[in-house]
Protein backbone atom coordinates (compact mmCIF):
# COMPACT_ATOMS: atom_id res chain seq x y z
CA UNK A 1 0.00 0.00 0.00
CA UNK A 2 1.05 3.36 -0.93
CA UNK A 3 1.86 5.93 1.87
CA UNK A 4 0.03 8.94 1.99
CA UNK A 5 2.02 11.53 3.70
CA UNK A 6 -0.55 14.01 5.83
CA UNK A 7 2.76 16.01 6.46
CA UNK A 8 2.38 17.03 10.71
CA UNK A 9 4.77 17.20 13.27
CA UNK A 10 4.16 14.87 16.06
CA UNK A 11 4.73 16.80 19.05
CA UNK A 12 4.18 15.25 22.58
CA UNK A 13 1.84 12.54 21.16
CA UNK A 14 -0.30 14.76 18.84
CA UNK A 15 0.08 15.22 15.46
CA UNK A 16 -0.24 19.42 14.74
CA UNK A 17 0.28 21.34 11.38
CA UNK A 18 1.81 24.72 11.52
CA UNK A 19 0.77 28.05 9.63
CA UNK A 20 3.33 27.53 6.46
CA UNK A 21 4.60 24.45 5.06
CA UNK A 22 6.77 23.41 2.39
CA UNK A 23 6.69 21.31 -0.44
CA UNK A 24 8.92 18.25 -0.64
CA UNK A 25 11.43 17.26 -3.73
CA UNK A 26 10.67 13.74 -4.58
CA UNK A 27 12.86 11.71 -7.16
CA UNK A 28 9.24 10.90 -9.31
CA UNK A 29 8.10 14.77 -9.04
CA UNK A 30 4.76 13.85 -7.16
CA UNK A 31 6.02 16.39 -4.23
CA UNK A 32 3.47 16.83 -0.87
CA UNK A 33 3.30 19.85 1.56
CA UNK A 34 4.64 19.26 5.17
CA UNK A 35 4.14 21.55 7.86
CA UNK A 36 6.99 23.83 8.56
CA UNK A 37 8.05 24.53 12.15
CA UNK A 38 9.18 27.01 14.06
CA UNK A 39 9.65 28.23 17.74
CA UNK A 40 6.44 27.64 19.22
CA UNK A 41 6.64 23.90 17.90
CA UNK A 42 10.13 23.65 19.10
CA UNK A 43 8.92 24.72 22.59
CA UNK A 44 6.23 22.36 22.89
CA UNK A 45 8.17 19.70 21.94
CA UNK A 46 10.94 20.71 24.06
CA UNK A 47 8.96 21.37 27.41
CA UNK A 48 7.45 17.87 26.36
CA UNK A 49 10.37 16.13 26.57
CA UNK A 50 11.71 17.97 29.66
CA UNK A 51 8.28 16.81 31.19
CA UNK A 52 8.63 13.81 30.24
CA UNK A 53 12.15 13.12 31.67
CA UNK A 54 11.06 12.89 35.22
CA UNK A 55 9.77 9.62 34.15
CA UNK A 56 11.37 8.90 31.50
CA UNK A 57 14.60 9.45 32.90
CA UNK A 58 14.06 7.18 35.54
CA UNK A 59 12.50 4.00 33.84
CA UNK A 60 14.15 0.70 34.38
CA UNK A 61 16.62 -0.66 31.79
CA UNK A 62 14.31 -3.05 31.30
CA UNK A 63 11.49 -1.21 30.35
CA UNK A 64 13.97 1.19 28.06
CA UNK A 65 15.41 -2.14 26.05
CA UNK A 66 11.30 -3.05 25.89
CA UNK A 67 10.67 -0.08 24.55
CA UNK A 68 13.30 0.13 22.08
CA UNK A 69 12.64 -3.39 20.60
CA UNK A 70 8.91 -2.09 20.07
CA UNK A 71 10.53 0.44 18.05
CA UNK A 72 12.01 -1.76 15.57
CA UNK A 73 9.11 -4.21 15.80
CA UNK A 74 6.78 -0.88 14.68
CA UNK A 75 9.65 -0.18 11.73
CA UNK A 76 9.33 -3.87 10.47
CA UNK A 77 5.76 -3.56 10.75
CA UNK A 78 5.54 -0.74 7.91
CA UNK A 79 8.49 -2.24 6.09
CA UNK A 80 7.24 -1.93 2.56
CA UNK A 81 5.45 1.66 3.18
CA UNK A 82 8.97 3.10 4.50
CA UNK A 83 10.77 1.63 1.35
CA UNK A 84 8.17 2.61 -1.26
CA UNK A 85 8.12 6.74 0.22
CA UNK A 86 12.04 6.16 0.88
CA UNK A 87 13.03 5.86 -2.33
CA UNK A 88 10.43 8.25 -3.61
CA UNK A 89 12.17 11.03 -1.83
CA UNK A 90 15.86 9.71 -1.99
CA UNK A 91 15.80 8.65 -5.31
CA UNK A 92 17.78 5.38 -3.38
CA UNK A 93 17.04 2.19 -4.73
CA UNK A 94 14.81 -0.21 -2.54
CA UNK A 95 17.68 -2.92 -1.72
CA UNK A 96 19.56 0.05 -0.42
CA UNK A 97 16.82 1.12 2.03
CA UNK A 98 16.01 -2.58 2.37
CA UNK A 99 19.55 -2.43 4.24
CA UNK A 100 19.27 0.95 5.70
CA UNK A 101 16.32 -0.10 7.99
CA UNK A 102 17.60 -3.91 9.04
CA UNK A 103 20.50 -1.51 10.03
CA UNK A 104 18.21 0.89 12.29
CA UNK A 105 16.02 -1.67 13.98
CA UNK A 106 19.56 -3.37 14.43
CA UNK A 107 20.78 -0.77 15.96
CA UNK A 108 17.88 0.04 18.15
CA UNK A 109 17.94 -3.98 19.15
CA UNK A 110 21.66 -3.84 20.00
CA UNK A 111 21.55 -0.70 22.54
CA UNK A 112 18.72 -2.61 23.72
CA UNK A 113 20.76 -5.80 24.75
CA UNK A 114 23.87 -2.92 25.78
CA UNK A 115 21.52 -1.20 28.84
CA UNK A 116 20.51 -4.72 29.72
CA UNK A 117 24.15 -6.12 30.16
CA UNK A 118 24.72 -2.63 32.09
CA UNK A 119 28.44 -2.10 31.70
CA UNK A 120 28.13 1.21 30.21
CA UNK A 121 26.64 2.40 33.56
CA UNK A 122 30.85 2.33 34.82
CA UNK A 123 29.51 1.81 38.37
CA UNK A 124 32.20 2.07 41.03
CA UNK A 125 32.39 2.05 44.75
CA UNK A 126 35.02 2.97 47.17
CA UNK A 127 33.85 2.22 50.66
CA UNK A 128 33.85 3.90 53.41
CA UNK A 129 37.17 3.43 55.68
CA UNK A 130 36.17 5.39 58.62
CA UNK A 131 39.19 4.64 60.57
CA UNK A 132 41.59 5.51 58.28
CA UNK A 133 44.58 8.40 59.23
CA UNK A 134 45.11 11.14 59.45
CA UNK A 135 41.34 11.61 57.90
CA UNK A 136 38.78 9.20 57.62
CA UNK A 137 37.07 8.26 53.59
CA UNK A 138 33.52 8.08 53.28
CA UNK A 139 31.29 5.78 51.24
CA UNK A 140 31.94 6.65 47.54
CA UNK A 141 29.33 5.01 44.58
CA UNK A 142 29.50 6.48 40.57
CA UNK A 143 27.22 5.42 38.19
CA UNK A 144 26.21 7.65 34.40
CA UNK A 145 23.25 9.14 34.79
CA UNK A 146 20.98 10.74 31.67
CA UNK A 147 21.43 14.12 31.07
CA UNK A 148 18.06 15.13 29.81
CA UNK A 149 16.74 16.32 26.44
CA UNK A 150 18.56 15.85 23.25
CA UNK A 151 18.01 17.76 20.01
CA UNK A 152 18.55 14.81 16.71
CA UNK A 153 18.82 16.71 13.48
CA UNK A 154 18.09 13.67 10.48
CA UNK A 155 20.76 13.37 8.06
CA UNK A 156 20.06 13.73 4.11
CA UNK A 157 22.09 10.78 3.05
CA UNK A 158 20.75 7.89 5.41
CA UNK A 159 16.48 8.52 5.70
CA UNK A 160 16.57 5.82 8.21
CA UNK A 161 19.66 5.02 9.53
CA UNK A 162 20.82 8.64 10.89
CA UNK A 163 17.46 10.29 10.78
CA UNK A 164 14.62 9.49 12.52
CA UNK A 165 15.01 6.45 14.53
CA UNK A 166 18.18 6.27 13.87
CA UNK A 167 21.87 5.80 16.09
CA UNK A 168 21.36 9.15 17.92
CA UNK A 169 17.96 9.04 18.73
CA UNK A 170 18.40 5.13 19.50
CA UNK A 171 21.44 5.58 21.56
CA UNK A 172 19.59 8.76 23.56
CA UNK A 173 16.50 6.83 24.29
CA UNK A 174 18.59 4.26 25.70
CA UNK A 175 20.04 6.46 27.90
CA UNK A 176 17.21 7.37 29.38
CA UNK A 177 16.80 11.08 27.59
CA UNK A 178 13.44 12.05 25.76
CA UNK A 179 14.36 13.29 22.02
CA UNK A 180 13.35 16.02 19.55
CA UNK A 181 14.45 15.24 16.24
CA UNK A 182 14.04 17.90 13.57
CA UNK A 183 13.35 16.23 10.17
CA UNK A 184 15.29 16.76 7.35
CA UNK A 185 13.37 18.31 4.57
CA UNK A 186 14.54 15.69 1.88
CA UNK A 187 12.25 13.34 3.14
CA UNK A 188 9.70 14.34 5.14
CA UNK A 189 7.41 11.54 4.52
CA UNK A 190 9.86 8.86 5.28
CA UNK A 191 10.85 10.83 8.53
CA UNK A 192 6.83 11.14 9.40
CA UNK A 193 6.11 7.03 9.28
CA UNK A 194 9.36 6.35 11.14
CA UNK A 195 7.76 8.73 13.84
CA UNK A 196 4.74 6.84 13.25
CA UNK A 197 6.70 3.85 14.40
CA UNK A 198 7.88 5.53 17.41
CA UNK A 199 4.35 6.78 18.51
CA UNK A 200 2.92 3.38 18.26
CA UNK A 201 5.92 2.39 20.48
CA UNK A 202 5.53 4.98 23.05
CA UNK A 203 1.96 3.62 23.28
CA UNK A 204 2.49 -0.19 23.79
CA UNK A 205 4.96 0.49 26.33
CA UNK A 206 2.95 3.32 28.65
CA UNK A 207 5.97 6.12 28.17
CA UNK A 208 4.97 9.52 28.29
CA UNK A 209 3.38 11.10 25.47
CA UNK A 210 6.92 13.63 25.29
CA UNK A 211 9.25 11.34 25.04
CA UNK A 212 9.76 11.60 21.13
CA UNK A 213 8.40 14.25 19.31
CA UNK A 214 9.38 14.99 15.56
CA UNK A 215 9.71 19.15 14.24
CA UNK A 216 9.39 19.66 10.44
CA UNK A 217 11.05 22.07 8.81
CA UNK A 218 13.14 23.67 5.99
CA UNK A 219 14.62 27.27 7.87
CA UNK A 220 17.79 27.59 9.39
CA UNK A 221 15.53 29.46 11.88
CA UNK A 222 13.94 26.15 12.92
CA UNK A 223 17.50 24.92 14.00
CA UNK A 224 18.57 27.38 15.36
CA UNK A 225 15.37 27.57 17.89
CA UNK A 226 16.16 24.15 18.80
CA UNK A 227 19.65 23.96 19.53
CA UNK A 228 19.38 27.14 21.20
CA UNK A 229 16.20 26.54 23.51
CA UNK A 230 17.27 26.38 27.53
CA UNK A 231 16.27 23.10 27.87
CA UNK A 232 17.62 21.03 25.23
CA UNK A 233 20.93 19.61 26.90
CA UNK A 234 23.15 18.01 24.09
CA UNK A 235 22.27 18.00 20.22
CA UNK A 236 23.57 15.10 17.99
CA UNK A 237 24.04 15.91 14.21
CA UNK A 238 24.98 14.52 11.04
CA UNK A 239 25.45 16.76 8.15
CA UNK A 240 28.15 19.65 5.99
CA UNK A 241 30.77 21.23 8.08
CA UNK A 242 29.38 24.52 7.34
CA UNK A 243 25.28 24.21 9.04
CA UNK A 244 27.47 21.59 11.73
CA UNK A 245 29.95 24.46 12.81
CA UNK A 246 27.43 27.22 12.55
CA UNK A 247 24.65 25.17 14.89
CA UNK A 248 28.35 24.36 16.67
CA UNK A 249 28.61 28.36 17.38
CA UNK A 250 25.11 28.44 18.86
CA UNK A 251 25.15 25.74 21.29
CA UNK A 252 28.78 27.57 22.36
CA UNK A 253 27.37 30.80 22.56
CA UNK A 254 24.25 29.73 24.61
CA UNK A 255 23.94 31.53 28.33
CA UNK A 256 24.45 27.66 29.55
CA UNK A 257 26.75 25.71 26.85
CA UNK A 258 25.81 22.46 25.93
CA UNK A 259 27.67 19.47 23.87
CA UNK A 260 27.22 19.75 19.86
CA UNK A 261 28.02 15.95 18.40
CA UNK A 262 28.66 16.85 15.17
CA UNK A 263 29.61 14.29 12.53
CA UNK A 264 30.65 17.06 9.61
CA UNK A 265 32.95 15.99 6.65
CA UNK A 266 35.89 13.85 5.49
CA UNK A 267 38.22 13.03 2.34
CA UNK A 268 39.03 9.55 3.96
CA UNK A 269 42.62 9.02 2.45
CA UNK A 270 43.84 6.06 1.39
CA UNK A 271 47.43 5.29 1.12
CA UNK A 272 48.70 2.84 -1.70
CA UNK A 273 52.28 1.56 -0.49
CA UNK A 274 55.08 0.51 -2.87
CA UNK A 275 54.54 -3.86 -2.78
CA UNK A 276 50.86 -3.88 -2.95
CA UNK A 277 50.57 -0.88 -5.58
CA UNK A 278 53.14 -3.45 -7.87
CA UNK A 279 51.39 -6.60 -7.22
CA UNK A 280 47.68 -5.43 -7.17
CA UNK A 281 47.42 -2.32 -8.70
CA UNK A 282 44.38 -2.52 -11.53
CA UNK A 283 42.46 -4.71 -8.28
CA UNK A 284 42.84 -2.26 -5.56
CA UNK A 285 41.64 0.76 -8.92
CA UNK A 286 38.45 -1.57 -9.42
CA UNK A 287 37.69 -1.31 -5.65
CA UNK A 288 38.35 1.72 -5.00
CA UNK A 289 35.96 2.78 -8.16
CA UNK A 290 33.53 1.07 -7.09
CA UNK A 291 33.59 2.40 -3.32
CA UNK A 292 34.03 5.85 -4.70
CA UNK A 293 30.99 5.64 -6.32
CA UNK A 294 28.71 3.39 -4.32
CA UNK A 295 25.55 5.35 -4.04
CA UNK A 296 26.70 8.20 -6.09
CA UNK A 297 29.73 8.89 -3.53
CA UNK A 298 27.50 10.00 -1.19
CA UNK A 299 28.59 8.67 2.37
CA UNK A 300 30.56 10.21 5.04
CA UNK A 301 33.20 7.77 4.45
CA UNK A 302 33.48 8.04 1.31
CA UNK A 303 37.17 7.44 -0.05
CA UNK A 304 37.95 10.90 -2.26
CA UNK A 305 41.66 10.67 -1.99
CA UNK A 306 44.53 8.16 -2.60
CA UNK A 307 48.32 8.80 -2.20
CA UNK A 308 50.81 6.94 -3.64
CA UNK A 309 54.17 7.20 -4.51
CA UNK A 310 54.77 8.56 -8.65
CA UNK A 311 56.11 6.19 -11.04
CA UNK A 312 55.05 3.35 -13.45
CA UNK A 313 53.22 2.10 -11.50
CA UNK A 314 51.28 5.41 -9.90
CA UNK A 315 50.74 5.41 -13.83
CA UNK A 316 49.18 2.52 -14.14
CA UNK A 317 46.90 2.57 -11.35
CA UNK A 318 45.28 5.79 -12.47
CA UNK A 319 44.93 4.57 -16.05
CA UNK A 320 43.02 1.57 -14.23
CA UNK A 321 41.08 3.76 -11.81
CA UNK A 322 39.74 5.97 -15.37
CA UNK A 323 39.06 2.87 -17.27
CA UNK A 324 36.62 1.70 -14.32
CA UNK A 325 35.17 4.92 -13.30
CA UNK A 326 34.27 5.76 -16.97
CA UNK A 327 32.19 2.88 -17.49
CA UNK A 328 29.86 3.89 -14.04
CA UNK A 329 26.71 6.02 -15.09
CA UNK A 330 24.66 8.88 -13.65
CA UNK A 331 23.25 8.31 -10.62
CA UNK A 332 20.46 10.21 -8.87
CA UNK A 333 21.62 12.27 -6.09
CA UNK A 334 19.87 12.61 -3.10
CA UNK A 335 18.41 16.63 -3.43
CA UNK A 336 19.23 19.23 -5.95
CA UNK A 337 20.98 21.05 -3.53
CA UNK A 338 23.30 18.22 -2.82
CA UNK A 339 24.16 17.86 -6.86
CA UNK A 340 24.49 21.53 -7.08
CA UNK A 341 27.14 21.81 -4.37
CA UNK A 342 28.97 18.39 -6.09
CA UNK A 343 29.54 20.76 -9.16
CA UNK A 344 30.42 23.42 -7.38
CA UNK A 345 33.01 21.60 -5.38
CA UNK A 346 34.52 19.67 -8.97
CA UNK A 347 34.71 23.11 -10.28
CA UNK A 348 36.81 23.97 -7.49
CA UNK A 349 39.42 21.09 -7.50
CA UNK A 350 39.20 21.60 -10.90
CA UNK A 351 40.43 25.62 -11.20
CA UNK A 352 43.13 24.39 -8.64
CA UNK A 353 46.60 25.61 -9.61
CA UNK A 354 48.35 21.74 -10.41
CA UNK A 355 45.56 19.70 -10.78
CA UNK A 356 45.23 17.80 -13.64
CA UNK A 357 41.89 16.59 -15.29
CA UNK A 358 41.99 12.39 -15.57
CA UNK A 359 38.51 11.59 -16.57
CA UNK A 360 35.73 14.30 -16.78
CA UNK A 361 31.94 13.68 -17.77
CA UNK A 362 28.73 15.76 -17.54
CA UNK A 363 26.42 16.16 -14.68
CA UNK A 364 23.45 18.29 -14.41
CA UNK A 365 20.19 18.57 -12.81
CA UNK A 366 20.17 15.83 -9.95
CA UNK A 367 22.14 13.42 -11.47
CA UNK A 368 26.06 12.79 -10.71
CA UNK A 369 29.10 11.50 -12.81
CA UNK A 370 32.02 10.08 -11.43
CA UNK A 371 35.36 12.66 -12.07
CA UNK A 372 38.84 11.76 -11.49
CA UNK A 373 41.84 14.25 -10.96
CA UNK A 374 45.38 13.92 -10.15
CA UNK A 375 48.23 16.18 -8.91
CA UNK A 376 51.68 15.67 -6.84
CA UNK A 377 52.65 15.56 -3.03
CA UNK A 378 54.09 19.24 -3.76
CA UNK A 379 50.75 20.57 -5.08
CA UNK A 380 48.59 19.41 -2.42
CA UNK A 381 50.81 20.75 0.19
CA UNK A 382 50.67 23.74 -1.18
CA UNK A 383 46.69 23.71 -1.37
CA UNK A 384 45.15 23.19 1.22
CA UNK A 385 41.59 23.55 -0.35
CA UNK A 386 42.69 20.08 -1.96
CA UNK A 387 41.74 19.12 1.26
CA UNK A 388 38.07 19.97 1.75
CA UNK A 389 35.58 17.18 1.21
CA UNK A 390 33.61 16.97 -1.88
CA UNK A 391 30.52 15.00 -1.88
CA UNK A 392 29.62 13.07 -4.46
CA UNK A 393 31.78 10.52 -6.64
CA UNK A 394 35.16 12.51 -7.18
CA UNK A 395 38.06 11.52 -6.78
CA UNK A 396 42.00 13.04 -6.27
CA UNK A 397 45.19 11.18 -7.24
CA UNK A 398 48.08 12.23 -4.98
CA UNK A 399 51.88 11.47 -7.03
CA UNK A 400 54.11 11.77 -3.73
CA UNK A 401 57.73 11.89 -4.58
CA UNK A 402 58.86 9.27 -1.84
CA UNK A 403 58.16 8.13 1.31
CA UNK A 404 58.94 11.32 3.27
CA UNK A 405 56.80 13.00 1.42
CA UNK A 406 53.72 10.36 1.78
CA UNK A 407 54.06 10.90 5.23
CA UNK A 408 54.42 14.63 4.75
CA UNK A 409 50.91 15.16 2.90
CA UNK A 410 49.51 12.57 6.16
CA UNK A 411 50.90 15.07 8.42
CA UNK A 412 49.11 17.84 6.49
CA UNK A 413 45.84 16.26 6.43
CA UNK A 414 42.93 17.83 8.69
CA UNK A 415 40.75 15.20 10.99
CA UNK A 416 39.23 12.30 9.13
CA UNK A 417 36.66 10.06 9.90
CA UNK A 418 38.94 6.90 8.46
CA UNK A 419 42.03 6.82 7.02
CA UNK A 420 43.04 3.31 4.71
CA UNK A 421 46.20 1.72 4.60
CA UNK A 422 46.76 -0.64 1.26
CA UNK A 423 49.61 -2.80 1.79
CA UNK A 424 51.34 -6.07 1.30
CA UNK A 425 54.06 -8.13 3.66
CA UNK A 426 56.98 -6.11 2.50
CA UNK A 427 55.11 -2.80 3.06
CA UNK A 428 54.73 -3.55 7.06
CA UNK A 429 57.83 -0.63 7.54
CA UNK A 430 56.66 1.98 5.49
CA UNK A 431 52.89 1.47 7.21
CA UNK A 432 54.56 1.39 11.02
CA UNK A 433 56.15 4.64 9.97
CA UNK A 434 52.73 6.05 9.07
CA UNK A 435 50.67 5.03 11.90
CA UNK A 436 51.83 7.32 14.29
CA UNK A 437 50.44 10.03 12.18
CA UNK A 438 47.05 8.34 11.22
CA UNK A 439 46.76 7.30 15.06
CA UNK A 440 46.10 11.23 15.40
CA UNK A 441 44.18 11.81 12.37
CA UNK A 442 41.32 9.25 11.86
CA UNK A 443 39.24 7.69 14.22
CA UNK A 444 39.24 4.59 12.03
CA UNK A 445 42.05 3.49 10.63
CA UNK A 446 41.53 0.01 8.14
CA UNK A 447 44.44 -1.92 6.19
CA UNK A 448 43.30 -3.42 2.82
CA UNK A 449 40.01 -2.65 2.78
CA UNK A 450 37.31 0.25 2.05
CA UNK A 451 36.13 2.65 4.28
CA UNK A 452 32.35 2.76 2.50
CA UNK A 453 30.62 0.84 5.15
CA UNK A 454 30.73 1.15 8.95
CA UNK A 455 29.74 -1.83 10.71
CA UNK A 456 27.38 -1.29 14.32
CA UNK A 457 28.85 -2.84 17.16
CA UNK A 458 30.64 -2.02 20.41
CA UNK A 459 33.73 -1.27 19.08
CA UNK A 460 33.20 0.80 16.00
CA UNK A 461 34.31 4.49 16.51
CA UNK A 462 32.39 6.89 13.84
CA UNK A 463 34.09 10.77 14.68
CA UNK A 464 37.86 11.95 14.65
CA UNK A 465 39.02 14.88 15.49
CA UNK A 466 37.98 17.96 13.58
CA UNK A 467 36.75 18.80 11.21
CA UNK A 468 35.26 14.93 10.59
CA UNK A 469 33.90 15.59 13.94
CA UNK A 470 33.28 18.27 16.89
CA UNK A 471 34.25 16.10 19.58
CA UNK A 472 37.03 13.78 18.90
CA UNK A 473 36.30 11.69 22.11
CA UNK A 474 32.41 10.49 20.88
CA UNK A 475 31.25 8.21 18.45
CA UNK A 476 28.33 8.66 16.11
CA UNK A 477 27.93 4.52 15.37
CA UNK A 478 28.24 1.58 17.97
CA UNK A 479 27.39 1.28 21.50
CA UNK A 480 29.98 3.95 23.02
CA UNK A 481 27.71 6.53 21.50
CA UNK A 482 25.43 6.23 24.66
CA UNK A 483 27.97 8.03 26.58
CA UNK A 484 27.23 11.10 24.82
CA UNK A 485 24.39 11.00 26.45
CA UNK A 486 24.95 10.64 29.92
CA UNK A 487 27.07 12.21 32.51
CA UNK A 488 28.59 10.67 35.39
CA UNK A 489 27.24 11.91 39.53
CA UNK A 490 29.09 10.35 42.41
CA UNK A 491 26.70 9.91 45.94
CA UNK A 492 28.62 10.54 49.08
CA UNK A 493 27.03 8.20 52.00
CA UNK A 494 23.78 7.82 50.78
CA UNK A 495 21.33 5.76 52.15
CA UNK A 496 20.77 2.69 49.66
CA UNK A 497 16.57 4.02 49.79
CA UNK A 498 17.84 7.06 48.33
CA UNK A 499 20.35 5.90 45.59
CA UNK A 500 19.75 5.30 41.81
CA UNK A 501 18.21 2.01 41.14
CA UNK A 502 21.06 0.82 38.81
CA UNK A 503 23.50 1.50 42.03
CA UNK A 504 20.95 -0.43 44.37
CA UNK A 505 20.99 -3.11 42.07
CA UNK A 506 24.84 -3.57 41.86
Known sequence: MTYQPHGKHLIAGEWVGSSSTFAS???????????????????????????AFWTYGYTTRAARAAFLRAIAEEIEARADQITEIGTRESGLPEGRLQGERGRTTGQLRLFADHIEAGDYLDRRHDPALPDRQPLPRPDLKMVQRPIGPVAVFGASNFPLAFST????????LAAGCPVVVKGHPAHPGTGEIVAEAIHAAIARCGMPAGTFSLVQGNTNDLGAALVQHPLITAVGFTGSLGAGRALYDLCAARPVPI????????????????VALSSRGADLAKGWAGSLTMGAGQFCTNPGVIVLIDGPDADSFTEAARSALSGIGAQTMLTEGIAKAYRAGRDRVAGTKGVQEVLTSVCDLRNATPYLFATTGEEWLANAALGHEVFGPLGVIVRVSDADQMRAVARSLEGQLTCTLMMDEGDTDMARSLMPILDRKAGRILTNGYPTGVEVCDSMVHGGPYPASTNFGATSVGTLAIRRFLRPVCYQNMPDALLPDDLRDA
Open 25 to 51: QPVDGLSHDTANGGAEEVDRAVRAAEE
Open 165 to 172: AGGDTASA
Open 259 to 274: PFFGELGSVNPMFLLP
